[in-house]
């Protein structure tokens, strides 16, 4: 008789599909707000200068120390790479946004 091969067994608690293909979501609505106005408050935050000075002939008016930290802080704490493109959007588009609204430090 020949021996049949078998196949290694995924456990329910280590997928991230359900057999349906859903995605499965360990984190409670309070827990995603939070990271969610976390991620916006970060964008916001701004180190902008009173003139601008030049860097490689590129004017520069501000940076976004938020966005560094918020990029690190994703890249860190969030597993799964769909999530993490979630959030790095969300990041850069209120970053890009906050850059027009006078939010910020001035120096």
Same mark, same amino acid.
């Given at each position: 008789?020949?021996?049949?091969?078998?196949?290694?067994? #995924? /456990?329910? =608690?280590?997928?991230?599909? %359900? =057999? =349906? $293909?859903?995605? #499965?979501? &360990?984190? #409670?609505? $309070? +827990? /995603?707000?939070?990271?969610?106005? *976390?991620?916006?408050?970060?964008? %916001?935050?701004? *180190?902008?200068?009173?003139?601008? !000075?030049? !860097?490689?002939?590129?004017?520069? &008016?501000?940076?976004?120390?938020?966005?560094? !930290?918020?990029?690190?802080?994703?890249? /860190? =704490?969030?597993?799964? +790479?769909?999530?993490?493109? @979630?959030?790095? &959007?969300?990041?850069?588009?209120? %970053?890009?946004?906050? /850059? !027009?609204?006078? &939010?910020? @430090?001035? @120096?």
């Amino acid at each position: 008789m020949a021996s049949k091969k078998h196949k290694q067994r #995924t /456990y329910a =608690r280590n997928r991230i599909l %359900t =057999r =349906r $293909g859903n995605f #499965t979501s &360990a984190e #409670t609505d $309070g +827990q /995603y707000l939070l990271k969610l106005v *976390l991620v916006v408050l970060l964008g %916001t935050f701004w *180190l902008k200068f009173q003139q601008p !000075f030049a !860097f490689i002939n590129i004017p520069v &008016a501000g940076i976004p120390v938020g966005m560094l !930290f918020g990029l690190l802080l994703v890249g /860190y =704490r969030e597993k799964s +790479q769909f999530d993490r493109k @979630i959030w790095y &959007a969300i990041l850069i588009l209120v %970053t890009i946004i906050s /850059y !027009f609204v006078p &939010a910020g @430090i001035v @120096i």
